[in-house]
Structures are given as structure tokens and as C-alpha cells.
């Protein structure tokens, strides 16, 4: 894979459109918002979840996962994530309550449980297939991260959910190589309080974010839009021509090349 395939990007669930979920090589995904009903069969070629937080818009299919590889995989499924993230997922949906504890259960007729959980430094590079990802913090829950993901000496920054975050232009500052900015934009730019109080961006947010920036030649992608005020947010990201250089809004199946 030469591109980053979007599976799911939207703000919340609809008929039409999936919850977050990136496919960065063959075996591997950035969260868990929409991969059954975008994969079909291709879903057994799964082999690793990496997590940017636990809220449920970006897990809600790994406990399907969990149920359709238990009879079918050889290998157990690996899913990483910061400390709380997985704490999270212990605790609150791999309980024998929520859901079986998919950690203690075998893959039937093999060695392997059916899946593993597997904590990630931040700012330590993580090499899987052909690509390389490397998680950084965000300001959006406990144990909230976002990745650079990198190929053939070309990257792309996925923020994730995230509020006010230094950490990225930093990042983008530092790493010319970096070509494409992936970021999320859920509220109208009126729903300021809500976006503090539920730590995500809005566009006039993220125009006053993009001044802590030096460079102004990376391309930049918007995702995560609540969908009932879409078009109110479609139309600022526009106003404030924040989609720089060729960028756009991202929908389910979209590819980002390297
Ligand atoms: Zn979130
Ligand atoms: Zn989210």
C-alpha cells in the first residue's frame, strides 16, 4: 500500500458513514470505528489495532473482532495502546460483563488467546509491515495519543481527537518530511464551551492553533465533523481556507498517498 486508507471517518455513526478507522499497511489499522462492514473478508487480514484513546466511536468493533477471529485466527489479535486505553478496555469492556475477556480466551485449537494487549511509549517509533508509526500525546482523554505514520522517508500526521495541542506543530516544525496533516474538526466554531468541555477542535480553533506553525506548505484533511452541523463546518473550514494545499474533507474510503 502506497496511500493510508480511511474506513471510517466520521464524528459520530450514520446509515452512510463509519466512526474513525485507518488503514496504514495490510495488517495493520489506527482505531476501530469501521472495519466489518468496510473489510468484509479482508477483516482476517487484521493482525494489529493500534489505539489513539478508548472512547467508543474508536473501539466499538474490536469486541466483534474479538467474536468472529476467536474460531477463525491462528494468531492472536494485537491491539496497542497507552496504559489508560488499555485499562479502559479491561476494565470496562473485557469484563465477563460487557463482554467475554477475550485476553483469558484461547483461539480455538491453538496456543494463542484471541487477543493480546500491548502498551506503547509515546515518542517511541513502532515498525509494522512496511510502515512505521510513531505515537505522540494529545489533549483530548487520558492516555489520548495521536501517530505520525511514515513510508519511504514521506509522513503524514493523524492528530485524532484532540483539543489545543503545541505538540503538533512542533512536530510538523521539526519534521519537513512530514507532508499531510489529518485532523479532526467536530464542532461549529459557535460551540467553543462544548468543544473545551468534550476536548475537540473547531475551525476558528484550529485557524488560531495553525499560527503556532512556522510551516504553511503541508496539505491539510479534516475529519471527525459531527454530522448534524456538518455544513456549518464545512462552510467555516472553507471561510477560513483552512484546507491548504489541495486538502479537503475526508470521507469513509478516501485514500491519503505517502
Ligand atoms: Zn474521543
Ligand atoms: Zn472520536
Redesign the pocket.
Known sequence: MNAIEFLGTGGTRTRTQGTTCVRVSKHCVIDAGNLINTLEEDVFKIEHIFLT?S?L??IIDIPFLADLFVTQKSIALKIYGLKATLDDLRQFIFNHRIWPNFEEINLIGHDDKTIELIEIEIDKSYPIDDVVLTPFKTD??DG?CGYIIEKNGAGILFS??TYRCPRIWELLDKNPHIHTLVIEVSFPSSFEKLAFDS??LTPALLKSELEQCQRDDFRIYAMHLKTLFSPTIIHELKTLQLLRNGGKILNDYDTVAF
Open positions: 484513546h472512547h466511536d474508536h483530548h482523554t489520548s485524532a481527537d476536548k475537540h
